[in-house]
T-cell receptor, first 114, second 118 residues
Framework: AQSVTQPDIHITVSEGASLELRCNYSYGATPYLFWYVQSPGQGLQLLLKYFSGDTLVQGIKGFEAEFKRSQSSFNLRKPSVHWSDAAEYFCAVGANTNAGKSTFGDGTTLTVKP | GAVVSQHPSWVICKSGTSVKIECRSLDFQATTMFWYRQFPKQSLMLMATSNEGSKATYEQGVEKDKFLINHASLTLSTLTVTSAHPEDSSFYIC??????????????FGPGTRLTVL
């Protein structure tokens, strides 16, 4: 079975500071990994995804993530956070079986201080 | 491409009534769709896998008689919450699978439906 752990429930950073959100996964084969962002009352927006190839993935809004197989991690980073980045962030893993259903982490709430 | 819509975006109903939520893949065909439920400040929990032309597969603990799923076409799946009660109030999100990069079905998510049961 696949699972995702986001160790940080809540993170607060100052505007302009760098950000790293942690994600660890458990899956027996090569995973398909995703980061989504969700603003209050809204649906999910895909930030980036990793299927294969280059382990450093670039996404939208200046986000990037690095897949590290040895650490079973897929951490999300941004060099300079903007106030509009405050939201809930979900890491997810998709399987090549079960028609690709996704398993989500519990999410990390990002607060941005002015 | 790969746009998924949900209708309605929000609904308020009285306890005991039934509510139908639609999930449509607008520009692709999806043999598989998924229904998720999200409580406030919590993650998405998979409720069921909807397969076109066959019965849905429900996750453990989800009442199939309460949450009726129909996937009658390759672009439409519906979730009906029967005899809704206040504890069914939640944010319901669907996703539709589209082949991407080989055999993997990448999931594309709808915007969600907010259900409030009074």
């Amino acid at each position: 079975a696949q699972s995702v752990t986001q160790p940080d429930i809540h993170i607060t950073v100052s505007e302009g500071a760098s950000l790293e959100l942690r994600c660890n996964y458990s899956y027996g084969a090569t995973p398909y990994l995703f980061w989504y962002v969700q603003s209050p009352g809204q649906g999910l927006q895909l930030l980036l995804k990793y299927f294969s190839g280059d382990t450093l993935v670039q996404g939208i809004k200046g986000f990037e993530a690095e897949f590290k197989r040895s650490q079973s991690s897929f951490n999300l980073r941004k060099p300079s956070v903007h106030w509009s980045d405050a939201a809930e962030y979900f890491c997810a893993v998709g399987a090549n079986t079960n028609a690709g259903k996704s398993t989500f982490g519990d999410g990390t709430t990002l607060t941005v201080k002015p | 491409g790969a746009v998924v819509s949900q209708h309605p975006s929000w609904v308020i109903c009285k306890s005991g009534t039934s509510v139908k939520i639609e999930c449509r893949s607008l520009d692709f065909q999806a043999t598989t769709m998924f229904w998720y439920r999200q409580f406030p400040k919590q993650s998405l929990m998979l409720m069921a896998t909807s397969n076109e032309g066959s019965k849905a597969t429900y996750e453990q603990g989800v009442e199939k008689d309460k949450f009726l799923i129909n996937h009658a076409s390759l672009t439409l799946s519906t979730l009906t919450v029967t005899s809704a009660h206040p504890e069914d109030s939640s944010f319901y999100i669907c996703s539709a699978g589209r082949p991407s990069g080989g055999s993997y079905n990448e999931q594309f998510f709808g915007p969600g439906t907010r259900l409030t049961v009074l």
